[in-house]
């Protein structure tokens, strides 16, 4: 399959890029990784006049912790490089771990966060891990930037708040508190090269190693038009005692958040029925996980 004609540019800077952005707008489409772009285009979904390319623009794949307070994570980041980074593994594993689990080698080392998130769809791995981790999108237009919470940023499959003239540049999260713990879990048919069929990121946050939960994060994905944070399934776990009784509520009151569909993956009473195991397992992992927390070296 062929690409359709496009003129293509290769920014060396920001500014550069933005420029290009307010000039051409809707007419443009921007290429970080090009693993979902690029067979959009060969299939003839995305048709842009104009293709502006981030690969020169320096510092976008950067990852720069914050002091100990949090962590910047460049927009062209790949998930091979956010999978391999041992900050994230200790303090946000949830967002280490799901990118472990995209695609396969060959796509990890070009898919990017920011082409994971702006590509908006509802199974993929990424946007339920930065949501419970608080996260947030810089984006940046020549005239103006706003940081956006990931939780708010998508609109419906394949939408999101982002303008044709706004490029995300980085997502930021802060560092979550001593005795708290993450994990993501994905259900495909197979073990990699898969579209989720259920994927769930849950956060916990203990007041001690042996303590009642303080905070709660569940996010979901496949399961509804855009990924769902379970807050009232985050509600039944905090103040309590961690314990399997308590999970499998936290997963039967997120059921009733979702409204998966039956598709060729699987139906919509499987989904059901995953959401709330899945849920339970993902938060006995985070549980395992806050309870070893240990202060950095
Ligand atoms: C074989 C295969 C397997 C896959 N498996 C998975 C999987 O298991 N899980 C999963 O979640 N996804 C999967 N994907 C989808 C894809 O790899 C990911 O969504 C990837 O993270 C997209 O990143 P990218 O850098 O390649 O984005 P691109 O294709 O370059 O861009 C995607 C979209 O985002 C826009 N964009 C990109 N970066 C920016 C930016 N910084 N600012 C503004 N707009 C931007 C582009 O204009 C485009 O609309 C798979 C794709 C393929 C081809």
């Not at 920011?114 to 339920?128: E, F, I, K, Q, S």
Request: hydrophobic letters at 40%; charged letters at 20%; one cysteine or more.
């Amino acid at each position: 399959m062929l690409l359709p004609r496009f003129e293509y540019h290769e920014p060396t800077t920001l500014e550069e890029a933005l420029k290009l952005l307010s000039e051409l707008g809707g007419n443009a489409k921007v290429l970080a990784g090009g693993t979902d772009l690029l067979v959009r285009m060969k299939q003839k979904i995305d048709r842009p006049a104009h293709v502006i390319s981030l690969a020169r623009i320096p510092g976008l794949k950067e990852i720069t912790p914050r002091n100990g307070h949090g962590i910047t994570v460049g927009a062209g980041a790949s998930a091979a490089t956010l999978s391999r980074h041992e900050l994230l593994w200790d303090r946000f594993t949830p967002l280490a771990s799901a990118s472990s689990r995209l695609g396969s080698p060959l796509i990890r080392n070009r898919a990017t966060i920011g082409g994971n998130l702006v590509n908006a769809r509802p199974a993929a791995d990424l946007p339920p891990a930065c949501m419970v981790l608080n996260a947030t999108v810089k984006l940046k237009s020549r005239s103006d930037e706003r940081d956006v919470p990931v939780a708010e940023f998508f609109r419906g499959p394949g939408e999101t708040v982002i303008e044709p003239n706004e490029l995300l540049v980085s997502v930021n999260m802060e560092t979550p508190p001593p005795w708290t713990g993450g994990a993501y879990i994905k259900l495909a048919a197979r073990k990699s090269l898969e579209i989720s069929l259920v994927n769930v990121a849950a956060l916990l946050t203990l007041k001690s190693a042996g303590g009642p939960i303080v905070d709660a994060k569940i996010a979901l994905g496949a399961v509804a038009p855009t990924p769902v944070r379970a807050y009232a399934a985050e509600q039944v776990l905090i103040g309590n005692k961690p314990s399997e009784k308590l999970f499998k509520t936290a997963g039967e009151t997120g059921v009733g958040m979702c409204s998966p569909i039956t598709d060729h993956r699987g139906t919509m009473e499987y989904r059901c029925m995953m959401i709330e195991v899945l849920t339970k397992r993902c938060l006995s992992m985070a549980l395992e996980s806050a309870r070893s927390w240990k202060p950095l070296k």
